[in-house]
């Protein structure tokens, strides 16, 4: 039986009814959809979250007090608890070969009121580094300035979604020069930060930054750093830095085992990254179970069809059709089926996918595996649920279908 004759029977066989072969397709449609609109919106994530870490610039270590366990975050180690890393640390990091620059960091959240507004946010006292560690430019202004973190100064930089709070009717050069209050201590604002977006789960937007000595001495009244972001030098220097810094720290705090940890932007890209694979993989098996119910509709549908047509299969074989054309016959209709399934289910999928991106939730990515995919796993069932039916239709008896009423 010639390739075009199977297909001039498939088409007529499905357009016979047409009603019963589009709602056979509803459940491989939904499935196909559901799989790629799922795993769009996984990799979409993934690739904003990627994307927001390394804005904070790939060569970048974080230092942090307390040990980070998996599961359990950042807990005390039983040496010095969560207040382990101090000023005289952050020479001691500086000296390490490879090391470009090191942003000590205090940071603790407070009221801030402004001119009748007022907003609850984190305040970080910082040094002049912070800005190239950070990789943050200002918009307006000037940032923390050697002579503000010698003087104890009362100057701030605000972020930009801070300094819209705070003055939602100043443009950010107008904002420069104007007062906030914060713990009850007044500061002059110097700067606003250019919009940075979210980097991880905070930003620089919503933040505000005064000098770190003042941090220090007058707001949180503490002597210990929340944290020191380390700039390395080379990308390729990561792992050997990141090695000496743990060495030098062990060693100035006279300890065997780390009161501190020690994370690159890679660890925690890598993390983030299993997390969502996991999640998508998760989503994308649950849509799944759709295929297999629209595999088991089109097995019942072939079943049906089979029976339908015994006397016309009795009638093939009466007049030489071989086992082999009868069941490539059928087997091609439940192939097709989930073909046509898939292809639209593919439209389908990506129609939403587009709807997601366009709300602005995420910005959804639809990867050519995920289309290959899905027309793979389209056709391996119309093969696997058809084959009963097609191998069914083939072993009946030509003299019984012929006499079946």
């Given at each position: ?20 072969s589009s709602l056979t397709m509803l459940g491989i449609v939904i ?81 801030i009121v402004a001119s009748g507004n007022n907003t609850n946010t ?284």
């Amino acid at each position: 039986m010639k390739i075009t004759d199977i297909l001039n029977e498939t088409y007529s066989a499905l357009s016979a009814n047409k009603a019963r072969s589009s709602l056979t397709m509803l459940g491989i449609v939904i499935g196909i959809a559901s799989v790629i609109a799922m795993v769009s919106i996984g990799n979409g994530a993934k690739a904003s979250i990627q994307s927001s870490i390394e804005s904070l610039g790939s060569n970048l270590l974080t230092i942090l007090p307390g040990v980070v366990q998996p599961g359990r975050g950042i807990v005390s180690s039983g040496r010095g608890g969560a207040q382990t890393l101090k000023n005289e640390d952050v020479d001691v990091v500086r000296a390490i070969d490879g090391v470009e620059a090191v942003s000590p960091e205090s940071s603790s959240r407070f009221q801030i009121v402004a001119s009748g507004n007022n907003t609850n946010t984190t305040v970080t006292g910082a040094v002049p580094d912070y800005m190239n560690v950070r990789n943050i430019s200002i918009a307006n202004g000037s940032f923390i300035s050697e002579a503000n973190q010698r003087g104890l100064g009362r100057q701030a930089v605000l972020g930009a979604t801070v300094a819209k709070d705070l003055f939602p009717d100043l443009s950010s050069e107008d904002i420069l020069g104007k007062t906030i209050r914060i713990n009850k201590v007044n500061f002059n604002v110097i700067g606003v930060l250019a919009t940075k977006g979210g980097a991880g789960f905070s930003g620089p937007d919503d933040m505000v930054f005064v000098p770190l000595s003042t941090m220090q001495k007058i707001l949180s009244g503490a002597d210990y750093l929340s944290m020191m972001a380390v700039s390395v030098t080379d990308k390729n220097q990561m792992a050997m830095v990141k090695e000496l810094a743990n060495i030098a720290l062990l060693n100035k705090h006279d300890v065997d085992e780390a009161d501190f940890s020690i994370i690159s932007q890679e660890d925690i890209l890598g993390t983030l990254t299993t997390v969502i694979d996991t999640f998508t993989l998760f989503l994308a098996a649950i849509a799944s179970i759709s295929l297999l119910v629209g595999g088991i509709g089109i097995m019942n549908m072939m079943l049906t069809t089979v029976t339908e047509r015994t006397k016309e299969i009795g009638l093939r074989k009466a007049i030489g059709a071989k086992r082999r054309d009868i069941s490539s016959q059928f087997l091609a209709e439940a192939v097709m089926l989930t073909f046509i399934g898939g292809f639209i289910g593919i439209v389908l999928g990506w129609l939403i996918s587009f709807i997601v991106t366009s709300t602005g939730i995420v910005a959804t990515e639809v990867t050519l595996f995920s289309v290959i995919l899905a027309f793979g796993v389209s056709t391996l069932i119309g093969i696997v649920f058809g084959y009963y039916p097609a191998r069914r239709a083939a072993m009946l008896n030509p003299i019984d279908a012929l006499r079946y009423e």
